[in-house]
T-cell receptor, first 113, second 114 residues
Framework: AQSVAQPEDQVNVAEGNPLTVKCTYS??????LFWYVQYPNRGLQFLLK??????LVKGSYGFEAEFNKSQTSFHLKKPSALVSDSALYFC???????????FGSGTQLTVLP | DGGITQSPKYLFRKEGQNVTLSCEQN?????MYWYRQDPGQGLRLIYY???????QKGDIAEGYSVSREKKESFPLTVTSAQKNPTAFYLC?????????????FGQGTRLTVV
């Protein structure tokens, strides 16, 4: 069975500082990994994905994520946080043999002015 | 504008009632999905459909039913058999099963039992 873990329910960071939202995965075969963001009472918006290739993936709104196979991690990063980045972030994963995406439990990011 | 539309945004259900949540997409996507979101639990898959007239159970299908008579539409019925239906329901679609393609989500329906 595949699983995705987000070990932090809440991350607080000051505006202008770098941010990291953590994600680890367990899938059989080559992983396909995604990050989504959700604003209050809204659907999820796609940020970025790793399918194959470069371990550093760049996505929307200045976000990037680093795929680390040895640590089975796919942490989301941004060099300089904005107050408007405050939202709920979900990591999701799948694989070639899987039939569905598995989501992490979400991490609430708060960027403090 | 292309997109995925869920309605209604808020829905109230009495005990013992069935209710149907609408999901329509004009993205020409083959695959559609229904997720349930509860606080602190992430998203859990209820049902998914990879093609018209075919659908599969997800992790928490009990108490729910779906149909896929048209490519554009994937309604979800929450039946009286679902004992704890209060949640935020999200519909999504993708060009193919989301193994390696991103999904597009609707704005959600918040269902409350009264």
């Amino acid at each position: 069975a595949q699983s995705v873990a987000q070990p932090e329910d809440q991350v607080n960071v000051a505006e202008g500082n770098p941010l990291t939202v953590k994600c680890t995965y367990s899938v059989s075969g080559n992983p396909y990994l995604f990050w989504y963001v959700q604003y209050p009472n809204r659907g999820l918006q796609f940020l970025l994905k790793y399918i194959t290739g470069d371990n550093l993936v760049k996505g929307s709104y200045g976000f990037e994520a680093e795929f680390n196979k040895s640590q089975t991690s796919f942490h989301l990063k941004k060099p300089s946080a904005l107050v408007s980045d405050s939202a709920l972030y979900f990591c999701a994963g799948s694989s070639g043999s899987a039939r569905q995406l598995t989501f992490g439990s979400g991490t609430q990011l708060t960027v403090l002015p | 504008d292309g997109g995925i539309t869920q309605s209604p945004k808020y829905l109230f259900r009495k005990e013992g009632q069935n209710v149907t949540l609408s999901c329509e997409q004009n993205l020409n996507h083959d695959a559609m999905y229904w997720y349930r979101q509860d606080p602190g639990q992430g998203l859990r898959l209820i049902y998914y459909s990879q093609i018209v007239n075919d659908f599969q159970k997800g992790d928490i299908a009990e108490g729910y039913s779906v149909s896929r008579e048209k490519k554009e539409s994937f309604p979800l019925t929450v039946t009286s058999a679902q004992k704890n239906p209060t949640a935020f329901y999200l519909c999504a679609s993708s060009t193919q099963p989301t193994r390696n393609t991103e999904a597009f989500f609707g704005q959600g329906t918040r269902l409350t039992v009264v």
